[in-house]
Nanobody, 120 residues
Framework: QAQLVESGGGLVLAGGSLRLSCAASGSIFSISSMAWYRQAPGKQRDLVATITNGGRTDYVDSVKGRFTISRDNAKGTLYLQMNSLKPEDTAVYYC??????????????WGQGTRVTVSS
């Protein structure tokens, strides 16, 4: 069983920055794709950014040029650097990872979320 734990959320003024982290632990042989999602109050959970284990990244248009996703494979940690934050970035941010083990094959795991609030 794998666990993902996010951290780094908080309250920030518009135009500010935050760095989110997502640490993976437990029974992990390898992690392929990892991603950040967010869910604003009253809305569905939406994809923000993805990164493959080779480092290829992709972003939703609304965060391009402001957010940077990265990962440290040795540490099993995913990051999201968020700059020039806007009030519309306010949401709970979740990480997910496609984790492979010999027993289970590839399964998707989610973290518990970290709240980001951007005030104007």
């Amino acid at each position: 069983q794998a666990q993902l734990v996010e951290s780094g959320g908080g309250l920030v003024l518009a135009g500010g920055s935050l760095r989110l982290s997502c640490a993976a632990s437990g029974s992990i042989f390898s992690i392929s794709s990892m991603a950040w999602y967010r869910q604003a109050p009253g809305k569905q959970r939406d994809l923000v950014a993805t990164i493959t284990n080779g480092g290829r990244t992709d972003y939703v248009d609304s965060v391009k040029g402001r957010f940077t996703i990265s990962r440290d494979n040795a540490k099993g940690t995913l990051y999201l650097q968020m700059n020039s934050l806007k009030p519309e970035d306010t949401a709970v941010y979740y990480c997910d990872a496609d984790v492979w083990t010999p027993r289970t094959g590839t399964q998707k795991y989610w973290g518990q979320g970290t709240r980001v609030t951007v005030s104007s």
